[in-house]
T-cell receptor
Framework: DTAVSQTPKYLVTQMGNDKSIKCEQNLGHDTMYWYKQDSKKFLKIMFSYNNKELIINETVPNRFSPKSPDKAHLNLHINSLELGDSAVYFC????????????FGQGTRLTVV | DAKTTQPPSMDCAEGRAANLPCNHSTISGNEYVYWYRQIHSQGPQYIIHGLKNNETNEMASLIITEDRKSSTLILPHATLRDTAVYYCIVRSSPNAGGTSYGKLTFGQGTILTVHP
């Protein structure tokens, strides 16, 4: 059983399109995150939700809009995709905002052409 | 959160202990040391964390110096599957709550290569 699952695993799309990445966790955690890993392999947090409430928003363009329909899901919608959005996006979850360990999904490799 | 410094890369022979150092000279009293690793094309994986005492679990041991300005992650018997990027992260108490305590600030990490 996958603890944190993301779909799709790969996503290739053209500039200007709108796309969504879905994330689900079956760990019963109350906090979920989105991280971005760019081509230089730097991992940076984008958003954090605790009990469906936005807690962290790290200077991410407005084109990125996270949505948490319930505690087990945190989806990422991206409007007007740009070449620079190409990266691997990781979803993660933990129990509590300062949870001891975060569990990460396998990532979604987004390529904008 | 305090900044960490790690060597960019290290090698280790299979079966030997891998000792990965981390400097965190600006760590404050309520900050923990966390270690994660990322195996190629996978999501980061939690390894271990500690405050000031040495810690051990089924994956690794964490040795923190008395002044807490540096630490060492020890993989006692490295295998080829331990080849990965290892990240040392300093962050506030897991019980502190607040608006930023949940985030992990990843640096460049150490690329550990375990060879036969």
């Amino acid at each position: 059983d996958t603890a944190v699952s993301q779909t799709p695993k790969y996503l290739v799309t053209q500039m200007g399109n709108d796309k969504s990445i879905k994330c689900e966790q079956n760990l019963g955690h109350d906090t979920m995150y989105w991280y971005k890993q760019d081509s230089k392999k730097f991992l940076k947090i984008m958003f954090s939700y605790n009990n469906k409430e936005l807690i962290i928003n790290e200077t991410v363009p407005n084109r990125f809009s996270p949505k948490s329909p319930d505690k087990a899901h945190l989806n990422l919608h991206i409007n007007s995709l740009e070449l620079g959005d190409s990266a691997v996006y990781f979803c993660a979850s933990s129990q509590g905002q300062g949870g001891r360990e975060a569990f990460f999904g396998q990532g979604t490799r987004l390529t904008v052409v | 959160d305090a900044k960490t410094t790690q060597p960019p890369s290290m090698d280790c022979a299979e079966g030997r202990a891998a000792n990965l150092p981390c400097n965190h000279s600006t760590i404050s009293g309520n900050e923990y040391v966390y270690w994660y690793r990322q195996i190629h094309s996978q999501g980061p994986q939690y390894i271990i964390h500690g405050l000031k005492n040495n810690e051990t679990n089924e994956m690794a041991s964490l040795i923190i110096t008395e002044d807490r300005k540096s630490s060492t992650l020890i993989l006692p018997h490295a295998t080829l599957r331990d080849t990965a990027v290892y990240y040392c992260i300093v962050r506030s108490s897991p019980n502190a709550g607040g608006t930023s305590y949940g985030k992990l600030t990843f640096g460049q990490g150490t690329i550990l290569t375990v060879h036969p």
